[in-house]
């Protein structure tokens, strides 16, 4: 190719191959380059080792318990063991399970497997209070294995945990897991007082009522009445900030009451007092799938048929015999297994369905006559 004054100017094809070989002598001196800080790098490896494999056992472990505490679920700790085999061999620690958080251990019932039983067995024989609680009462009413779900519940109980105090008191209310004469209202008086001593809300109002019915215990009105409204008092300033001037309101309002009412104890709902119902334990919630995924979430409770369930949909607790649980003595549709199930229900719900029996009755011969 000329220009108008003569000069001339080499083809494409030319161009390209100029431009290719440099291309392909780059591209040469970049993998040779790479190859290089591979070989260095590698050296170095072997040279210097990692440093998390210089960190001892003891820092490791220390900060694996500080994420146990702190764990919101239980695979934010499994995440972390199954990154390396250090990691799971120091995870398995008992520091470290010892110290796991309720939320680390709240397995759920659809992901219930062997490997979850043994985490759970794991961290309760490390002298995890939580996890004995929550295997306990997994063993004793979902896999109903009475004998060592009520021995890690008293292992719980012993290190003054106060769920598994109420649970124990209401096992010895029913008899639950033997017969009706295996019934201890006097052991589960003392447990349920040792609990309310902790500020067990459930445990305060079982044991109120059983004072002011003089049930497993010699009656007295006053001292129940006395317990029933430290159960509200608490049940109100769980939900308030400490601080805030309602929790003092609430605080002024037990020391009114102290002596107190007329009549009995109503709950904070009949004064137009709406308090929002507690959070669940896991250890309920996990009772509550497990017999939904078996379709045991009506009237009809597992194993046997006639078994039923606590009406309380936060509960989870069914039967361990036929007719073990109470039913209200109004409308007669409803069954409990403790009064504090029993008021929490009323609260939420029952409140508003209960009906006297009579009424169905009139209302069926009603129907009858139309007919």
């Known amino acids: 190719m000329r220009t108008r004054r003569g000069l001339c100017y080499p083809g494409l094809p030319q161009w390209e191959a100029q431009w290719r070989a440099v291309d392909d002598e780059q591209?040469?001196?970049?993998?040779?380059?790479?190859?290089?800080?591979?070989?260095?790098?590698?050296?170095?490896?072997?040279?210097?080792?990692?440093?998390?494999?210089?960190?001892?056992?003891?820092?490791?472990?220390?900060?694996?318990?500080?994420?146990?505490?702190?764990?919101?679920?239980?695979?934010?700790?499994?995440?972390?063991?199954?990154?390396?085999?250090?990691?799971?061999?120091?995870?398995?620690?008992?520091?470290?399970?010892?110290?796991?958080?309720?939320?680390?251990?709240?397995?759920?019932?659809?992901?219930?497997?062997?490997?979850?039983?043994?985490?759970l067995k794991q961290c309760a024989d490390a002298g995890n209070l939580e996890a004995c609680y929550m295997l306990g009462m997994i063993r004793f009413y979902c896999l109903e294995s009475r004998g060592s779900g009520a021995a890690l519940m008293a292992r719980a109980a012993m290190g003054s945990h106060a769920a598994a105090l109420y649970s124990l008191a209401v096992i010895q209310f029913n008899g639950s897991g033997g017969s009706k004469r295996d019934k201890d209202l006097g052991a589960g008086v003392a447990l349920c007082a040792r609990a309310a001593v902790l500020g067990h809300v459930d445990a305060l109002r079982e044991l109120g009522h059983c004072l002011q019915d003089g049930y497993g215990v010699r009656r007295n009105v006053a001292e129940g009445r006395r317990f029933l409204i430290q159960a509200n008092a608490r049940e109100l300033a769980a939900?308030?900030?400490?601080?805030?001037?309602?929790?003092?309101?609430?605080?002024?309002?037990?020391?009114?009451?102290?002596?107190?009412?007329?009549?009995?104890?109503?709950?904070?709902?009949?004064?137009?007092?709406?308090?929002?119902?507690?959070?669940?334990?896991?250890?309920?919630?996990?009772?509550?799938?497990?017999?939904?995924?078996?379709?045991?979430?009506?009237?009809s409770g597992p194993g046997e048929e006639g078994l039923r369930f606590c009406s309380h949909g936060g509960c989870g607790r069914a039967e361990t015999r036929r007719h073990e649980f109470r039913r209200c003595s109004v409308c007669g549709v409803v069954n409990y297994c403790s009064r504090a199930c029993q008021a929490l229900h009323w609260k939420l719900a029952h409140k508003a369905e209960c009906a006297p029996m009579e009424r169905w009755l009139d209302a069926a011969g009603g129907a009858e006559m139309m007919n």
């Open 27 to 119: 591209a040469g001196r970049t993998r040779k380059r790479r190859r290089r800080l591979h070989r260095v790098g590698r050296r170095a490896a072997a040279e210097w080792p990692d440093l998390f494999d210089t960190l001892p056992d003891d820092l490791v472990v220390s900060i694996l318990s500080k994420l146990s505490t702190s764990a919101a679920s239980p695979s934010d700790l499994a995440s972390v063991r199954i990154t390396c085999k250090r990691l799971n061999r120091l995870g398995s620690s008992p520091l470290v399970l010892a110290t796991a958080s309720v939320k680390s251990l709240a397995v759920g019932a659809r992901n219930w497997t062997e490997s979850a039983h043994r985490f």
């Open 239 to 299: 939900v308030l900030n400490p601080s805030s001037p309602a929790a003092a309101a609430a605080t002024a309002w037990q020391h009114h009451h102290r002596d107190g009412l007329a009549s009995g104890c109503s709950l904070l709902s009949d004064f137009g007092c709406n308090v929002p119902a507690p959070e669940a334990h896991p250890a309920n919630r996990f009772m509550v799938e497990w017999f939904a995924s078996r379709g045991g979430a009506g009237e």
